[in-house]
């Protein structure tokens, strides 16, 4: 059972660290993937935008300003640094125009707000008659001159893609002889998607939402099942260990039983008078004995809803002085008894009875967890009355702390001497508090003791104050 249910839970936890990874993975995919349908529909627009006649006759304006420039340049009249500035300049006067129409096209085709484009001169060459060849822009330079559109930097921008032109200019140059000029233009197209990822993740919301709802859930699954199983492990365990144990304390009166009603139908029971009668106190005491544990189980399995408390005002100095005294007599004088009891004549309604069964409960935990100096105290803070009861035995771990209350419970045999008992005693306590509205608690170290705190408030009477 150990090892399977620890088993079933290895497999569970690692199923799910599978399964989020698998989830993970696959979103992160459909992001990407996203990104790129988003990317591509981009483009796609763009080009509906950008590739219209209107665009086309702009960019044939500029061109052909520039390829007016260029015999001025071949007759050394200008730079080559110039007849770019030639170009840039041609380009961006109309890219106001240009800029406005991209608008109107954005709108029409539904584009996000933050994509940007640009259209680059990427390579310029000129070619002379004479087989020279001039680079006015040299590709590979990777220093475009900006045409049109938003600029932006080189390395943010996506290629949408590239144009190529080519034309013949005829010219007279410096010797008054005509002169063709053959110009290849390469044009590049760029868009730049601004905070995309906040826009994929926009798109993508709904998905992320539902994978974190169904993570959420899953993981929230697994963990009350594994919360579950752990529990039922824990109530088959100590019901086991109940059973164990109530065969335990029901074997001695047994045996002890079937010896006396041995020697009772012996015949030395039937000559002998005094024999006859030590046998049959035998009986009662047992009888009593086996009356006594079925009580116990029986009475100590109440909850505190059963328990029908006789309410009295009553003060509780003189209440716990008494039962001190009572529970003093049945020590053996290796055990210190030391109290603490405030002097007060307050009064509270508590059941008398209940309430010293809890306390002398306590109080005979104390001696048989092996305390050998034990205080119990007394006290009223703040309207709440609180009765402390230490010892200096064996003290309880922090991880039993939290179960001591719990019905059947027990610290295992493993960890401790095999001390008597079912496993009741703190539960039927806590449930006598709980019925007076009042709180339970221990502080407790391995090997250094125990102290059990019951406060009841002084208003308990009152309907609805705990629980
Ligand atoms: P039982 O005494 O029959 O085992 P209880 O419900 O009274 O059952 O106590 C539950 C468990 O709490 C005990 O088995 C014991 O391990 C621990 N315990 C209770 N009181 C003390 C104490 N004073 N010192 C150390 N351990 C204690």
Redesign the pocket.
């Known amino acids: 059972m150990q090892i399977k249910s620890r088993l079933l839970i290895v497999g569970a936890i690692i199923s799910l660290i599978a399964l989020s990874t698998l989830q993970g993975y696959l979103t992160f995919n459909t992001y990407d993937l996203r990104k790129h349908k988003f990317a591509v529909e981009s483009r796609s627009k763009i080009g509906s935008i950008v590739n219209t006649p209107y665009v086309d006759s702009l960019s044939w304006d500029y061109r052909m300003d520039f390829v007016k420039k260029i015999p001025e340049y071949r007759n050394g009249k200008i730079t080559k640094e110039q007849l770019v500035l030639e170009l840039e300049n041609a380009a961006k006067a109309r890219n106001g125009k240009f800029l406005e129409y991209f608008k109107q096209g954005a709108n029409h085709f539904d584009l996000e707000e933050n994509i940007y484009f640009k259209k680059v001169a990427s390579s310029i060459q000129l070619i002379y008659e004479n087989g020279e060849t001039d680079d006015i822009i040299i590709e590979s330079d990777n220093n475009p001159s900006f045409l049109i559109g938003t600029d932006f930097p080189m390395e943010e921008g996506l290629i949408i893609n590239a144009w190529n032109w080519s034309f013949d200019e005829e010219f007279i140059n410096n010797n008054l002889e005509k002169e063709i000029v053959v110009i290849k233009y390469r044009a590049t197209l760029y868009m730049k998607i601004d905070d995309w990822d906040r826009i994929i993740f926009k798109q993508l919301m709904l998905l992320f939402f539902i994978a974190f709802l169904l993570f959420v859930f899953v993981i929230s699954l697994v963990t009350y099942s594994i919360r579950n199983l752990l529990k039922l492990k824990r109530i088959s365990e100590i019901k086991t260990d109940f059973i164990n144990n109530i065969t335990h304390e029901l074997k001695t009166p047994l045996a002890t039983l079937s010896i006396a009603i041995k020697t009772l139908s012996s015949k030395y029971a039937k000559d002998n008078n005094d024999i006859a009668q030590v046998s049959i106190d035998t009986i009662n005491r047992q009888n009593l004995r086996l009356q006594n544990l079925i009580d116990q189980v029986v009475d100590n399995s109440l909850g505190y809803n059963d328990i029908i408390l006789n309410l009295e005002p009553i003060n509780l100095s003189d209440f716990i002085n008494e039962i001190c005294d009572d529970f003093s007599l049945t020590l053996s004088n290796n055990i210190q008894f030391l109290r603490s009891i405030e002097n007060t004549t307050t009064q509270v309604k508590v059941d008398k009875f209940y309430l010293s069964t809890a306390i002398i409960?306590?109080l005979n935990?104390?001696v048989?967890?092996e305390?050998t100096v034990l205080k119990v105290a007394y006290s009223i803070k703040k309207d709440i009355h609180i009765i402390s009861i230490s010892?200096n035995?064996?003290?309880?771990s922090k991880k039993?702390k939290k179960l001591?209350f719990g019905k059947f419970?027990?610290?295992s045999e493993k960890d401790?001497h095999n001390?008597k008992?079912?496993?009741?005693?703190?539960?039927y306590c806590s449930e006598i508090i709980k019925a007076h509205k009042g709180t339970i608690e221990v502080e407790?170290n391995e090997n250094e003791g125990?102290t059990f705190y019951i406060k009841i408030p002084s208003n308990n009477d009152k309907k609805n104050l705990v629980g």
């Open positions: 409960n306590i935990n104390a048989k967890f305390g010892d035995g064996i003290g309880i039993n001591i419970f027990r610290v401790t001390y008992g079912l496993g009741l005693g703190l539960y407790s125990s």
